[in-house]
């Protein structure tokens, strides 16, 4: 059982921790389909 499956998500992933691509391949994993996902500088 996939916990996000059919759902549709964001990702904004942090250039300092966790990059965009990242978050969104797990997401994908769960069963979301990822609509957006970027990797953004938080100064």
Do not use: H, Q, W
């Not at 300092?16 to 500088?41: H, K, L, N, Q, R």
Request: glycine share 12%.
């Amino acid at each position: 059982m996939a916990i996000l499956n059919g759902k549709k998500v964001i990702v904004i992933g942090d250039r300092d921790g966790i990059p965009g691509p990242a978050i969104a391949e797990c997401a994908e994993s769960a069963g979301a389909e990822v609509v957006y996902y970027s990797t953004e500088c938080f100064v």
